[in-house]
């Protein structure tokens, strides 16, 4: 991604009644107007994330998520301070994203991120993040983040060394593929989970070649090429959801007719911009929930609530955003007013959200977090089941 002038964002608060995701949110609630005293302390929560760009479609549905939260909480009332959120948008560049979080940092005012989104933000904000004591929670699934001891960090889903080998168990068990192609973005999150799945697939005893694209190209033919004359039995992609639609519309057009699996951040209908009818039977893997899917109450209400509000239903991490804002608001609820009462309540959370029950190790890992397996279909993405499910 090139760098652009930095964009600050913040939308405007709109006072609507949630009262069916009041209850999923803390098992009490109440519809109406918003209750808190417009002389209330205000705290403010800041967002972290891609508003334009090639992955502006996922940064938005993830500002729409936390957006809703805050909403939710302001117009509940039962807060002892009226909450505000900021919007900055990183582009999904690692440059801008570490601009934005000293920004961040340097308000006072703000106690709690949401985001970033990218493995690669998240590596470039997070010792800035836990030098300045500011605790963020975020989807960034490269596992070495939860290796360099930042206090600050919070995961809020399995990261890449478990969906790493639930791909290969998937494409063995699942699609029972001997031989696999292996291409990757060479991004910090892409590079990292293809060769968590490369490596998984060859303890599995599957054949495997890697290859890498250059997110920047428009024209992959070298890969293609490379892909064409190994004839897999399947291929797998590490990377983002524009670069894997032209990449499997290039491999059809080129002849390639092996099933494409990717990763979790291709999981946008908009990867059919990029490859047309070749988006049709894309696979992709992701350990995040698709409320829209799941037969429990609280997704259900969550997937409503969202579809109402923003007349399309959630995106890839809604759901997951929604939840990691719920945590910050949870700990304000509890009383917290300072970015280190915040931070000691995410280490000691056992909220149940709407993608799972949240307790965090002391690395910032999430405890728990099923993979899920989704095929595009006529224009979104349905769920199959999960990879146990799928590949006992």
Known sequence: MTERPERVRRWRRITVGLGALALLAAGCGSGGEDRTSSAAETVKLVYLGPITGDFANVGVAGRDAIQLAVDDANVRGDLPVRLLLEVFDTQLDPAQAQLLATKAVTDRGIIGSVGPLSSGESKAVAPTFDEGGLPFVTVASNPDLARHGWKSFHRLMANDDIQGNEVARYIDKGLKARTVSVVH??????????????????????????????????????????????????????????????????????????????GDASKDPEIAEGAGKAAEGVVVTCACTDPQHQADPASQAFAKTYQDRFGRPPQLYSAEFYDGTQLLIDAIRRGARTRDAVLANLNSTTLQGVTKKFSFQPDGEVGVGAVYVYEFREGAFVSLGTTAALAP
Do not use: M, W
């Open 185 to 262: 973005d060479n991004t910090e999150y892409g590079k990292a989970l293809a060769l968590v799945a490369e490596k998984a697939l060859k303890e599995r005893g599957v054949a495997t070649q890697v290859t890498v694209i250059d997110p920047k190209a428009l024209d992959y033919s070298a890969a293609v090429n490379i892909v064409k004359a190994r004839q897999p039995a399947a291929i797998f992609y590490g990377g983002y959801y524009p670069e894997a639609g032209r990449l499997v519309k290039q491999l059809r057009d080129g002849g390639v007719t092996a099933p494409f699996v990717a």
